[in-house]
């Protein structure tokens, strides 16, 4: 079955992840550097390249600086260019081959290139690779990075934190470490109140907290109105079958033992229990 039928373009995009390696032969003119520098996207390079207009047209280099009607930093950007290459600080190449030379002496083209230079190319007919670009930026203006060049990921690890950053984020640290100093203070603080409450618990009762909910205590309340309003199960505490017990007082126990034998639910003799403890204490 042929699969590439069912293939878009937008599915073979994802293997074109190679703009640092075209970076290496992709160049700009002059003025097309100025330009992105300025942070145009390459995609509308044409469109405001198109808008330009010649500095002047005495010479080669007047030719080669371009004005733009709306975005004044083209102009500086191409005299700055052209004066890097000719101070030896940017890397050019002419017409877009054997670039990556730098200006090394008039007519010097047999030198080796990183160290001496292919001498003077004409302004107009200079072009600069893509990364020898960013090379020049990072070195020389590392604060001006657009992202028509740079990504997030090359702007944080290249450009140099200042001075102000750093009081920033000292001051922020400070700041998080005293706020979780304190944070701790209260965590300390409420766990041995936690710990004093448990042990007070524990001391007071041999049943937990669980064992004795509200529900549990309301049952047991309406559980004891009945029986003691029932005359035959009120005089079945009093009285056994000896008569023994007549006129006595009936036990806790006695109690007890007659709802924990009902089944009732919540109501267990250990919780009874509980609660009677806790009743009698008050």
């Known amino acids: 079955m042929n699969v590439s039928f069912f293939r878009n373009e937008s599915y073979y995009s994802q293997f074109n992840n190679c703009d640092n390696i075209k970076n290496n032969f992709d160049y700009l003119t002059v003025p097309e550097a100025a330009i992105v520098w300025c942070g145009v996207p390459r995609s509308e390079l044409a469109f405001e390249l198109a808008q330009c207009t010649q500095k002047g047209t005495g010479n080669a280099l007047s030719r080669n600086i371009m004005k733009h009607p709306y975005i004044q930093c083209v102009e500086p950007r191409c005299v700055l260019l052209h004066q890097a290459f000719d101070d030896g600080k940017l890397k050019m190449g002419r017409d877009g081959e054997k670039g990556g030379y730098i200006n090394g002496g008039k007519e010097n083209e047999t030198s080796d290139y990183m160290s001496g230079g292919m001498g003077h190319i004409n302004p107009d007919r200079r072009t600069i690779k893509i990364n020898d670009l960013k090379e020049f930026i990072t070195e020389y203006h590392a604060d001006d990075m657009p992202k028509t060049l740079f990504s997030d990921i090359d702007i ?53 907290q669980d064992d ?71």
């Open 156 to 208: 944080h690890k290249l450009k140099p934190i200042t001075h102000d950053d750093y009081s920033a984020l000292l001051a922020k640290n400070k700041a998080l470490e005293a706020r979780l100093e304190a944070a701790k203070e209260v965590y300390y603080s409420q766990r041995d109140e936690i710990n004093s409450l448990n042990k007070t618990l524990q001391s007071q009762s041999s049943i937990t």
């Open 212 to 282: 004795i909910t509200q529900a549990s205590v309301y049952q047991l309340i309406n559980t004891m109105k009945g029986l003691l309003l029932d005359s035959e199960i009120t005089e079945s505490l009093f009285v056994n079958k000896d008569n023994t017990n007549a006129g006595k007082q009936p036990t806790q126990s006695m109690l007890v033992n007659h709802i924990a034998d009902m089944n009732i639910k919540t109501l267990s003799e250990r919780t009874i229990n509980g609660i009677l403890a806790k009743a009698n204490k008050i």
